[in-house]
């Protein structure tokens, strides 16, 4: 109903693996492909599309025990997750994505440790477990187009920061362009960059720079290895919160534009840069071809009940308008970007930082449970009723 009076045209979740299959292969659990079926129905009552997302962190707890993402055989058992999905919700749902930020859960997860399993492995283990959820991903996008009760339409939703130039100049540009596609030169931090994880899935084939630096990293990468992670996709999703300002540096290698003192930030300190937003998806564009989403765009802010009974949140109505200004910018200056989803909808646990920051446009009184729309929910209905004339 919450969403039926925003007026969401769409809505993003993820299924947890364990609720529908509890070993995480093997037997199928009724109730928990019931649970999924009325919120698909409910949704399409409401005239509201389902994109389902196969994977956003909750590996099932026996398949952990027999290795998790370290074990070849992962490719299969999401293999058969991917096919238990589409035999029952295929008929239903038309858009999938088989995994969320990857980045974040081999990086924050495995070698870190800041998010769960919370463990710092070697190097070297977190690139076989890439390696693993790609070739899984691949093993997803077939086995999904094998079993759907319809034709349906298949994406991947990886994250990263966004790099934008300094200025319109030409070298900027191109600076930003390297910058964003480049490889992280720090190997214990090396999760965070967007053409290890989507080069192989759109262009069949790892980065030379990354092959190059991580060498002595790797695992055996073959040849079937590459056809099957580059298994064709119809879509590509991006998670884009914030970018870094670029310019081309004298040497002529991109540099970075340190940020000033007293920077615009969001609760959770990160810096707010709308122009991600327009150079993301057209440097996205023009290398991978394919449509984009933005599939997580959104910000915590220090939100409170007033004295009204109301939730007012001036922060992010600015900051939605400004980054989704840029949304429409891009596509006017040809980006196909097919759609937006705003993180999140609803207050939630987030991750490391538990119920400590709020990014949904309905507020939840973790107290009591009850849920209130935030007035930036009453200006997103309006964008969504004008189709962001508003902007």
Not at 250 to 274: L, S
Request: charged letters at 25%; glycine letters at 8%; aromatic letters at 16%.
């Amino acid at each position: 109903a919450l969403m039926k009076e925003i007026g969401l045209q769409a809505y993003r979740f993820s299924i947890n693996w364990a609720r529908i299959l509890p070993d995480g292969i093997g037997a199928v659990n009724q109730e928990g492909i019931r649970f999924y079926k009325e919120l698909i129905e409910e949704l399409k009552k409401n005239e509201i599309e389902p994109y389902i997302t196969l994977y956003h962190w909750e590996l099932p707890y026996e398949l952990y025990k027999k290795g998790g993402f370290m074990n070849p055989e992962f490719v299969e058992w999401f293999g058969y997750y991917a096919k238990v999905v589409a035999e029952n919700f295929s008929d239903q749902v038309k858009y999938f994505f088989t995994f969320n930020e990857p980045q974040c859960f081999i990086g924050l997860g495995f070698l870190n440790g800041e998010h769960a399993p919370g463990l710092k492995v070697p190097v070297k283990d977190t690139f076989l477990m890439a390696h693993h959820v790609l070739m899984a991903h691949g093993r997803a996008v077939q086995m999904l187009r094998q079993y759907a009760k319809q034709n349906i339409e298949i994406g991947y939703a990886p994250t990263g920061t966004m790099s934008y130039p300094a200025t319109e100049k030409e070298e900027d540009i191109e600076a930003a362009r390297q910058h964003l596609f480049g490889i992280n030169e720090d190997s214990n931090n090396w999760t965070w960059n967007v053409a290890w994880w989507s080069d192989p899935i759109l262009k069949g084939q790892y980065p030379e720079e990354g092959m190059e630096r991580y060498r002595e990293y790797l695992p055996n990468i073959k040849e079937s290895d590459l056809k099957l992670i580059s298994e064709p996709i119809d879509f590509y999703g991006q998670n884009i919160y914030n970018g870094k300002c670029i310019r081309m540096g004298n040497d002529g290698k991109p540099e970075e534009v340190k940020r000033y003192e007293g920077f615009p930030k969001t609760a959770m300190g990160w810096p707010i840069t709308p122009e991600c937003l327009y150079w993301g998806p057209k440097f996205l564009y023009e290398r991978y071809q394919k449509p984009i989403y933005i599939t997580e765009n959104g910000l915590s802010c220090h939100d409170v009940i007033s004295l009204d009974g109301k939730v007012h949140d001036p922060n992010r109505i600015d900051f939605l308008a400004r980054y989704l200004g840029q949304v429409k910018k891009a596509k006017e200056d040809g980006v196909d970007i097919r759609g937006y989803f705003q993180w999140s909808l609803m207050d939630n646990f987030e991750w490391a930082c538990g119920y400590n920051e709020r990014f949904g446009l309905i507020y939840v009184d973790y107290n009591t449970q009850k849920r209130i729309l935030k007035d930036s929910a009453y200006w997103y209905q309006t964008t969504i009723k004008t189709n962001g004339e508003n902007l």
